[in-house]
């Protein structure tokens, strides 16, 4: 007996996604991209402008989109957004929990609070998405495609990030599990490893962290194009990349995405020498950009 195909297949058109954070970066590049392949898409996110942006850009090329706007963290959140992809287009075939924020913060100078809200957009609120989902995709006939949007730094750290990377960690601990447990039920999972993106996520990061200290975001610190100085240009990517190899992915499901081979080299590095992540950590401390 041949066991079935996990994920929803190499033919696009008509299948149904759903992406949080759908309103910039990441998200918007991956709706639209999908959207292209003849994918229906659903993008949410907690501010309507650039959800409708992303909508009306769609639309006008010709595609299906819709948009539900919400906080990923809110209780029942993750039921209500599937609710809207349903009134939308009758049903879920894809997701990708892609929302998430990040901020720079010495452990030390943590909060409790700021690292509670931290887990619960970037862990909670994705997890609690892809159970449900998971469930809809099992009780529809079992067959579609969990993605997890987690990061390099899912696999190690840098300084002042200890919080978001435990994060991404986590994400992607949990969906490796889910992955093995559902093996042959015809539901795919997945996760995504960016590096360094340009998109709005590091100047938030910024604004964010200094806010909580009382001050302004350092300018120094960020590249003209919204990047940190520090991160070397080889691990910089566009939006759209990352895009591109989600919709790879959700044509034929793997374990893991990843953008580029260089991010996925240093994390192998890492893991296997420590003495040269290490080595890294330090530079990371005392370079360009750093307090």
Known sequence: MTRRRDGIGPDLAGKRLLVTGGGTGIGAAT?????AEGMRVLVTGRRAEPLDRVVASIREAGGAAASFVGDVAAEGAGEAMLAAMHDAFGGVDAVFANAGYGIETPGMELAMPELRRIFEVNLFAAVDLIRSAGRVMGDAGGAGHLLGCSSILGKFTLPEY???SATKAA???????????LRGSGIAV???HPVTTRTEFFEVAARASAGDKGGAADPARLRPDGTPRHAPRAFIQSPERVGRAVVRCLRRPRAEVWTTVSGRLAAGVFELVPPIYELMLRSQVHGPGSR
Do not use: D, K, W
């Open 31 to 35: 709706a639209r991209l999908a959207a």
């Open 162 to 164: 200890g919080a978001y």
């Open 171 to 181: 994400l992607t601990h949990v969906c490796r599990a889910m992955r093995t447990e």
């Open 190 to 192: 997945s996760t995504v």
